[in-house]
């Protein structure tokens, strides 16, 4: 049975920090791209962060507007993917989402097209 289980969303003051976590089970989140999206209110989908593997080795992928304040992880023996967020801003309030796809990124990693596994989102709340 395949899942997805994103934890760690929470309430912080703009500048703050959170650390969001995407556990799997029934797959290898190394087999080919996990990603985190985000959805903000009156929004789209967009993508925030991801990494692929889908050609051989890892490439990172992080929106214009958290590079240099998110940090994205992965650790295989644990078959989890981290989501390090620093200096939070209000602009990155969101419903975050991990996601996963079973086979290698047809729409390009930052494209929700490619992923089929999803996780059910965690909210993130920056405000004074």
């Known amino acids: 049975d395949v899942q997805l289980q994103a934890s760690g969303g929470g309430s912080v003051q703009p500048g703050g920090t959170l650390r969001l976590s995407c556990t799997a089970s029934?797959?290898?989140?190394?087999?080919?791209?996990v990603a985190w999206f985000r959805r903000a209110p009156g929004k789209e989908r967009e993508a925030v962060s991801c990494?692929?593997?889908?050609?051989?080795?890892?490439?990172?992928f992080y929106a214009d507007s958290v590079k240099g304040r998110f940090t994205i992880s992965r650790d295989n023996a644990k078959n989890t993917a981290d989501l390090q967020m620093n200096s939070l801003k209000p602009e990155d309030t969101a419903v975050y989402f991990c996601a996963a796809p079973h086979r290698a990124p047809l729409y390009g990693s930052n494209s929700p097209r490619s992923y089929e596994y999803w996780g059910q989102g965690t909210q993130v709340t920056v405000s004074s």
């Open positions: 029934g797959f290898s989140l190394g087999d080919y791209a």
């Open positions: 990494i692929d593997d889908s050609d051989g080795y890892s490439q990172y």
